[in-house]
């Protein structure tokens, strides 16, 4: 083997190991990266349920309001002759 072929083999070789280790580098990242997703997408499907359970909440208590605001309503009137009668005594 002559003096440049094994300079040629030693670059080959030390740019061989460069590339595996990027390569490896690399796949570390995509892999942390990926659970990094899979963790945000989890996240986020929880905040969507979240959020559908809040509304859920919200028109519950929405009708709720409703019913207390017809109860008030047909409650008025009679404690308007409620007051006038005690007044009048």
């Known amino acids: 083997m002559t003096e ?3 300079m040629l083999k ?3 070789t030390a740019l061989e190991k460069e ?3 990027t390569q490896e580098t690399h796949g570390k990242r995509l892999a ?3 659970e990094s997703l899979k963790a945000q997408a989890q ?3 929880e905040l969507r ?3 559908e359970q809040l509304r859920a909440e919200q028109q519950e208590s929405a009708q709720h ?3 207390l605001s017809d109860i ?3 409650l008025e009137p009679l404690l308007s002759r409620l007051s006038a009668l005690l007044n009048a005594k």
């Open 72 to 74: 008030h309503a047909n």
């Open 65 to 67: 309001l409703q019913r």
């Open 43 to 45: 996240h986020i499907q």
């Open 49 to 51: 349920r979240n959020i």
């Open 4 to 6: 440049l072929e094994r």
């Open 10 to 12: 030693t670059i080959l």
């Open 32 to 34: 942390a990266q990926q």
């Open 19 to 21: 590339v595996t280790v």
